[in-house]
Nanobody, 119 residues
Framework: QVQLVESGGGLVQPGGSLQLSCAASGSFFRISVMGWYRQAPGKQRELVAAITSDGTPTYGNSVRGRFTISRDNAKNTVYLQMNSLKPEDTAVYYC?????????????WGQGTQVTVSS
């Protein structure tokens, strides 16, 4: 069974930094895109950043220039380095991955990790 396990959330002051990690485990053939979404109270889930298997990143407009996504294909892990954090970055952050077996694929989600930016 495929699982995505996130780590690295927490409380940070405005202007601070955090790094999130998400590791995929289980039996699968390959992982295509990996990424991060977030959902704040009363708001829709939105894309934060995503990265393809060859390392091409995509960023949401609100985080471009402050956040950096990367991945280690050997470890099936995606990272999100968050710098210059703002109170409006407060949300539950969810890891996402497109994961394929030999015959089929699907979208997988982590359980979510809380990021709170507050003084």
């Amino acid at each position: 069974q495929v699982q995505l396990v996130e780590s690295g959330g927490g409380l940070v002051q405005p202007g601070g930094s955090l790094q999130l990690s998400c590791a995929a485990s289980g039996s699968f053939f390959r992982i295509s895109v990996m990424g991060w979404y977030r959902q704040a109270p009363g708001k829709q889930r939105e894309l934060v950043a995503a990265i393809t298997s060859d390392g091409t990143p995509t960023y949401g407009n609100s985080v471009r220039g402050r956040f950096t996504i990367s991945r280690d294909n050997a470890k099936n892990t995606v990272y999100l380095q968050m710098n210059s954090l703002k109170p409006e970055d407060t949300a539950v952050y969810y890891c996402h991955a497109g994961i394929w077996s030999a015959t089929t694929g699907g979208d997988y989600w982590g359980q979510g990790t809380q990021v709170t930016v507050s003084s």
